[in-house]
T-cell receptor, first 116, second 116 residues
């Protein structure tokens, strides 16, 4: 069973809607990630948070807005999306301590987003 | 920049046969290497990882992989495939981010089909 929980599992939204994806982990991990995966493609990194601070933004459009309210929670706020943003959005977490990261990411089952 | 190549897009094997999935990476330093498996519509599950030490690593579900620095390869093997192994397999290379977290770059994946 995955220990990274994502909600909702499925989301359909219009291009003018505002919605959010949520991710939660209780493994004590201090790094959390958002990946985007299109059909038949590998996951692509969007954002990395470490100790609740944004570590990396992979040039993601501003219509995607991440938020890390605490070390267990990660949100992805969606606004004015385009149909091409339809994809599986994966959240992940990893153990983090200075200079000794284990490197492995634990993934949730994803939120499948459809933009109409 | 790091990159991963999985030369086989699709592989079909008979149940009970042996399996080898190929992975080649490009990275300037000692890489962190991973194999993940993804069933349709699901998240990614870690099969095994290599950070250092013994170049033959054992993973879950009877999988193993061998790190060969001279060939820049990290091939995944299983001596006897089960029908439930049918899935998408991703090889990934990672490194620690200076701002925290880890960046994993995935290969394009290999779709495994198992014939009964």
């Amino acid at each position: 069973d995955t220990e990274v929980t994502q909600t909702p599992k499925h989301l359909v939204m219009g291009m003018t809607n505002k919605k959010s994806l949520k991710c939660e982990q209780h493994m004590g991990h201090r790094a959390m990630y958002w990946y985007k995966q299109k059909a038949k493609k590998p996951p692509e990194l969007m954002f990395v948070y470490s100790y609740e601070k944004l570590s990396i933004n992979e040039s993601v459009p501003s219509r995607f807005s991440p938020e890390c309210p605490n070390s267990s929670l990660l949100n992805l706020h969606l606004h004015a999306l385009q149909p091409e943003d339809s994809a599986l959005y994966l959240c992940a977490s990893s153990q983090e301590w200075r200079g000794q990261s284990t490197g492995e990411l634990f993934f949730g089952e994803g939120s499948r987003l459809t933009v109409l | 920049a790091q990159s991963v190549t999985q030369p086989d897009i699709h592989i079909t094997v008979s149940e009970g046969a042996s399996l080898e999935l190929r992975c080649n990476y490009s990275y300037g330093a000692t890489p962190y290497l991973f194999w993940y498996v993804q069933s349709p519509g699901q998240g990614l599950q870690l099969l095994l990882k290599y950070f250092s030490g013994d170049t033959l690593v054992q993973g879950i579900k009877g999988f193993e992989a061998e790190f060969k620095r001279s060939q820049s390869s990290f091939n995944l093997r299983k001596p006897s495939v089960h029908w439930s192994d049918a899935a998408e397999y991703f090889c990934a290379v990672g490194y620690i981010l200076t701002g925290g977290g880890n960046k994993l770059t995935f290969g394009t994946g290999t779709q495994l089909k198992v014939e009964l």
